[in-house]
């Protein structure tokens, strides 16, 4: 999952967020439920600014709820990471010398 995130043309603040729902996803994008709070501390974001950027993935079908009845206030949701909805980065032209990748053959 997180190695798709990278593949995202999104802005550096929702990639950051991706990027640690993705570190805690089963690499089929399952089992997705860290605290606010913790993904607060992991991004350097608020827990303001987790819950809205949260609530738009929701929004866009990016970010799933799987049980409905957890969560809560010190409580964590279940939730499944679906990053098909995002928009994708123009390939990195790997062919390409000097250009800070260079294929070897």
């Given at each position: 999952m997180m190695n798709t995130v990278w593949?995202?043309?999104?802005p550096m603040t929702e990639a950051h967020?991706?990027?640690?729902?993705?570190d805690h996803a089963d690499d089929d994008g399952n089992n997705v439920f860290p605290t606010v709070g913790y993904?607060?501390?992991k991004t350097n974001l608020t827990e303001r600014g987790v819950r809205?950027?949260?609530a738009r993935f929701r929004d866009?079908?990016?970010?799933?709820?799987?049980?409905r009845e957890?969560?809560?206030?010190?409580?964590?949701?279940?939730?499944r990471l679906d990053l098909?909805?995002?928009?994708?980065?123009?390939?990195?032209?790997?062919?390409?010398?000097?250009?800070?990748?260079?294929?070897?053959?």
């Open positions: 593949s995202l043309d999104v967020l991706l990027l640690a729902l993705a993904l607060a501390w809205k950027m949260m866009r079908g990016v970010l799933i709820p799987m049980d957890s969560g809560g206030r010190g409580r964590s949701v279940m939730y098909e909805p995002l928009p994708r980065k123009v390939p990195f032209p790997r062919e390409r010398k000097g250009h800070g990748y260079s294929k070897k053959p």
